[in-house]
DNA sequence: TCCTTCATGACACGACGTGTCATCACAATA
DNA sequence: TATTGTGATGACACGTCGTGTCATGAAGGA
């Protein structure tokens, strides 16, 4: 018999997201959600860097944003390349659990500790992003705008997403709301005046 | 005589920036601030919600958007008046400040913490810009998209405008990095395979 | 059997941030 | 001149966060 009932971060994540639930983040403290795991405080910050990771540990969006450009295929502009992977993301990461993240979604809007830790992951993706293209060639200036402009596109198509009020059999295929969206941003800059 | 020595708000300021240069942020304490400043640390946090906003708080970058976006011109376009906004607050905020802007976001760029600070301050303007658009009847998609293109174009065009090692005097307008950018982006989003 | 590894527990501690009450210059008013 | 109110600050207590450090004991290999 094993001396320590498996799986502690899950227990973790899972007992911090059932607390943050029932009272709200910043009423929840970091004591409450390792008794409720069966841990010690001191564990919870050895699996976790501080109270607001418990929430985004499970994320990993970066580490699967850099193989995707990493096994990106060759040839396609770069336009055509962000499509390609957003829209891989939408199939393999979000579609299907829909509910799930709308879950965590919500806990973080309720939260402004909790947005900037979103905010910071974001930021860590379009950093992947950013000098993924930057090792293809792409000069510093196109690099970085793209990095901003697919955190931007995924993080606005999410929220459609999100917001559409049917069941999730019913819902829009999140990779229809991406191809929406890069559509809208498309539109918005081949207005005229776009240089100078 | 008054009582207390004036602008308490600003010497917190100014002794917080002495000291996390001289420190560093993180080991930088409430108290060693307030000390430097002549004051208590209940007083500090008083005029600053946490440690991290005694850096933030001259900005009042989002109140100047916001009036900015009241202010603004009718009958142009959007992509015109992105511009047009971004070049005036290229020449009244920055333009002269370059060497100050760059002490701040050196400071910044050393510590995880005020990342993620400067980041929920990008998220505010883009909302600010935002909300603009989507009052002038621009659709939900669209406003939010040219919130977040105004922040990253803005944040990009800083980068560059602040890495260039010459002297104030000698440096590229900010507002020319300003086009500079926003052309590339047009640049981007121009290319063939946009829609679907 | 011995030894190493590694996740966890136990404990102390400094720093952050808040609630609460006291203090006292200054201004307004009588 | 006397009184009263306002508002910024000080003083103090306190709970929570996050870290450093050492001890413990199961698992696994030699």
Redesign the interface.
Known sequence: MTRWAPDARGRLHRAAVDLFEEQGYAPTTVPQIAERAGLTTRTFFRHFADKREVLFSDDAITADAARLMREAPEGL????LV?DRLRTVAETTFEGSRSEVRRVRALIAAD?AL???D??K??ALAEVVRSAFADRGE?P??A???G??V???L??AL??WLDEPADDAAATPFADVI??????????????????
């Open positions: 502009d770069v336009l055509a499509r402004p947005q900037e830790r905010l910071q974001r930021a000069d200036i196109t970085a705008l793209v901003d402009l955190v931007s596109v993080h606005v929220e459609r191809d929406e969206v890069l559509a809208a941003s498309a539109t918005l800059l081949r207005s005229a005046t776009a240089g100078r």
